[in-house]
Structures are given as structure tokens and as C-alpha cells.
């Protein structure tokens, strides 16, 4: 099992930034997919879900409105859309699959000017 993020960078407040994780070595279409995020000194938190279809999205309320899911369960890859970012959302953002094991190593998000 493998999970790959990518996309991630510095960034200037206002700005935008797209990360991927591509996955393998499990059955990814079958599973729900979550991102979370990790800040210097802080615990882990959920940034959302987006179930094994790609229908059906939940976000946490710090990012609802700023932050899209999506999925393309051809290439095995979820995608994290960050828009409107704030210097309060930067941190290590992760992919996993949810009630799983299944996680990356993560990419780092700075949001700074």
C-alpha cells in the first residue's frame, strides 16, 4: 500500500494550491478518502472526506467554502483544492483512507507573505 501527496508549497495568503495523492496497492474505488492537516505544536485535524463514488463531500468548518475534494477513481488519485488559503492553514496536509491504515507521508502547506 502506497500514498503519495504532492502539490504542496508556499504559498501567499489569498493564494491557491492543489494537492494530489496518488494511491496503490489496495482497492482505492472501494474507499472513502480523508485529507487531514498537522500545524507546528498542534494535534492532527480533519480537513474532510469524500466517500468511494466521489458524490459526497464533509468538510470541517474551518475550511467549508475555501477547501474542495475530488476524486478520479481511474487514476487511483485524490485531489485537495485549497483556495482563499489562509496563514492559519498551514501545515503537513495527509491523505489516507478512512477507518484504515492507509496513510501518506504528507506535503507541506506555508501560507505566508
Known amino acids: 500500500v502506497q500514498l503519495v501527496e504532492s502539490g504542496g508549497g508556499l504559498v501567499q495568503p489569498g493564494g491557491s494550491l492543489r494537492l494530489s495523492c496518488a494511491a496503490s496497492?489496495?482497492?482505492?474505488?472501494?474507499?472513502?478518502m480523508s485529507w487531514y492537516r498537522q500545524a507546528p505544536g498542534k494535534e492532527r485535524e480533519l480537513v474532510g472526506h469524500?466517500?468511494?463514488?466521489?458524490?459526497?463531500?464533509n468538510y470541517a468548518d474551518s475550511v467549508r467554502g475555501r477547501f474542495t475534494i475530488s476524486r478520479d477513481n481511474a487514476k487511483n488519485t485524490v485531489y485537495l483544492q485549497m483556495n482563499s488559503l489562509k496563514p492559519e492553514d498551514t501545515a503537513v496536509y495527509y491523505c489516507?483512507?478512512?477507518?484504515?491504515?492507509?496513510w501518506g507521508r504528507g506535503t507541506q502547506v506555508t501560507v505566508s507573505s
Open positions: 496497492g489496495f482497492a482505492f474505488s472501494s474507499y472513502t
Open positions: 469524500i466517500n468511494s463514488a466521489g458524490g459526497t463531500t
Open positions: 489516507g483512507a478512512r477507518f484504515t491504515t492507509y
